[in-house]
């Protein structure tokens, strides 16, 4: 079973990876990465804030992002600009795994560097002031 710290590792190594594929110009990889970056955080969140969530909520990625909206955003201590921003990550990450353009270049920074400002602030918030 994942835990919350181990989400948050997981978040923390694809927010890293992101950064490697961008450097390399893999733009459409590094949205990828930095997406699931902030997926992974979001569930983390969600499992360390004790949200009364099934521990299938990321079976899918509306669900994980329906329940972080309504547990930690609408009632909660989460910014509602951080929900924004996991929402146009997902919306960057479909355009970079399905469509036929690549994402723009410009684009792609700013989502790596979100990405890590978001793993940043929830795992500051429930995983190193919470003791798990």
Same mark, same amino acid.
């Given at each position: 079973?994942?835990?919350?710290? %181990? ?9 890293? &990876?992101?950064? @490697? ?17 902030? !997926? ?7 499992? #360390? ?7 299938? *909520?990321?079976? %899918?990625?509306?669900?994980? /992002?329906?329940? !972080? &909206? ?8 989460? $910014?509602? @600009? ?6 146009? @990550? ?11 353009? &690549? *994402? ?8 790596? /560097?979100? #990405?890590?400002?978001? *793993?940043? @602030? ?5 995983? %190193?002031? $919470?003791?798990?």
């Amino acid at each position: 079973m994942l835990t919350a710290d %181990t989400l948050m590792a997981k978040a923390a190594q694809a927010s890293a &990876s992101a950064h @490697a594929l961008l450097d390399l110009g893999d733009v459409n990889g590094a949205c990828n990465r930095a997406y699931y970056a902030m !997926f992974d955080a979001a569930r983390a969140a969600l499992i #360390a804030s004790g949200a009364p969530v099934k521990r299938d *909520v990321a079976k %899918t990625h509306s669900g994980l /992002i329906a329940a !972080f &909206s309504l547990y930690l955003i609408k009632n909660g201590p989460v $910014s509602p @600009a951080l929900g924004k921003l996991l929402k146009r @990550a997902e919306e960057i990450r479909m355009v970079a795994d399905y469509k036929g353009d &690549s *994402v723009d270049l410009d684009d792609a920074r700013d989502i790596v /560097i979100q #990405a890590e400002s978001f *793993v940043a @602030a929830l795992r500051s918030a429930y995983i %190193t002031n $919470s003791g798990r």
